[in-house]
T-cell receptor, first 114, second 109 residues
Framework: DTEVTQTPKHLVMGMTNKKSLKCEQH?????MYWYKQKAKKPPELMFV???????INESVPSRFSPECPNSSLLNLHLHALQPEDSALYLC?????????????FGPGTRLLVL | GENVEQHPSTLSVQEGDSAVIKCTYS??????FPWYKQELGKGPQLIID?????GEKKDQRIAVTLNKTAKHFSLHITETQPEDSAVYFC????????FGTGTKLQVIP
């Protein structure tokens, strides 16, 4: 099973709302990632968790707050977002976070900030 | 040295023809080069990858070549089918994955 699941599939939120995106994998992977993808652009890395510890933060604004409750779950907490944060948010996982490993992507959450 | 250039940005081919997408990079440390296919409304899916100690890899109708000296790598799809229509991203990896700008492939029946 090489599946990464993400919920919700779609999310509309106002700039004062607080919401969370969820990601889950059951492949026994120990590295998980959040990417942001704007329309007609490649995915851009936001955060990397390796063995449940945050290992990379690509200078993401603090209105995005990642959390890794256990090795199978990854959350992205959203607060006070801006309309320009509207995008497809992709979660991925890989075996251990090595640079030569395949990353498996979920279907994404399409976020619209009004 | 972080960017990956990808060409062409759009590509239309007749069903049954071949499609070639090329990528170039500039750093010497990258050692893993995956290719992803992204269909509308879906996340990227790995279709083939190559590591820096290999020059060529083939999987049925898909092949990838890597020239590490020249710092370029290419995706070749033969006997294209309409279901190959999608956006294709090359990528390089060293510490983190950096994606190319994408190629929108349209296979015309």
């Amino acid at each position: 099973d090489t599946e990464v699941t993400q919920t919700p599939k779609h999310l509309v939120m106002g700039m004062t709302n607080k919401k969370s995106l969820k990601c889950e994998q059951h492949m026994g992977h120990r590295a998980m990632y959040w990417y942001k993808q704007k329309a007609k652009k490649p995915p851009e890395l936001m955060f990397v968790y390796s063995y449940e510890k945050l290992s990379i933060n690509e200078s993401v604004p603090s209105r995005f707050s990642p959390e890794c409750p256990n090795s199978s779950l990854l959350n992205l907490h959203l607060h006070a977002l801006q309309p320009e944060d509207s995008a497809l948010y992709l979660c991925a996982s890989s075996n251990s976070g090595s640079s030569v490993e395949t990353q498996y992507f979920g279907p994404g959450t399409r976020l619209l900030v009004l | 040295g972080e960017n990956v250039e990808q060409h062409p940005s759009t590509l239309s081919v007749q069903e049954g023809d071949s499609a070639v997408i090329k990528c170039t990079y500039s750093d010497s440390a990258s050692n893993y080069f995956p290719w992803y296919k992204q269909e509308l409304g879906k996340g990227p899916q790995l279709i083939i990858d190559i590591r820096s100690n290999v020059g060529e890899k083939k999987d049925q109708r898909i092949a990838v070549t890597l020239n590490k000296t020249a710092k370029h790598f290419s995706l070749h799809i033969t006997e294209t089918q309409p279901e190959d229509s999608a956006v294709y991203f090359c990528a390089k990896s060293y510490q983190k994955v950096t994606f190319g700008t994408g190629t929108k492939l349209q296979v015309i029946p």
